[in-house]
């Protein structure tokens, strides 16, 4: 965490001054006390080439954090497709046209994100598994049928699922 600093204090007056006249870009904010102020301070510092004010150890980790949120976005993107795929699978009787709709909202929008984000593709095995273990749990609980009605490794349908997904091609069983 950034030490803050006093809106008066000398290394920060005429900046401190100027804030309270609402010009609000050059006040420095502390991290923990008003991400907001904070952030939208560090992006003025950034655009103003002001890189000593830069708040270096922070900023790293909210980057950080950016690409962990689309690793978690795609996951849970993946998990609800796997769900579903499970469920259209495992109980045909009941599917409907809001099940299929999911699966191919999600993979549109999974595509999106790999468009947006390309380099999110090499982490598709590793999350495609972790959402499949995590998509029989759901599907069980949706379903009212046992855990084990779902085989544990991925099975072929959403594998192809997936694949369909990461390539932007229609959903097919």
Not at 32 to 56: K, N, P, T
Not at 75 to 89: F, N
Not at 143 to 160: D, N, S, V
């Amino acid at each position: 965490m950034r030490p803050e600093h006093d809106a008066e204090s000398p290394r920060d007056g005429a900046r401190g001054a100027a804030y309270s006249r609402g010009m609000r870009k050059t006040v420095p904010a502390g991290y923990d006390a008003d991400f907001a102020l904070w952030a939208e301070s560090q992006a003025a510092a950034l655009r103003e080439g002001r890189f000593l004010d830069l708040d270096v150890t922070n900023l790293a980790e909210e980057v950080e954090d950016l690409a962990r949120r689309d690793r978690h976005k795609l996951r849970s993107r993946l998990t609800v497709l796997a769900v579903h795929v499970l469920k259209l699978i495992y109980q045909p009787e009941r599917a409907s046209n809001s099940w299929r709709g999911t699966i191919v909202e999600q993979a549109t929008k999974i595509q999106a994100l790999l468009e947006e984000s390309p380099s999110l593709a090499q982490y598709q095995p590793h999350l495609a598994a972790l959402a499949y273990r995590d998509a029989r749990r759901r599907a069980a609980a949706e379903t009212g049928l046992p855990i084990a009605t779902f085989p544990e490794t991925e099975m072929p349908e959403f594998a192809r699922a997936v694949a369909r997904a990461f390539k932007g091609e229609d959903f097919e069983l």
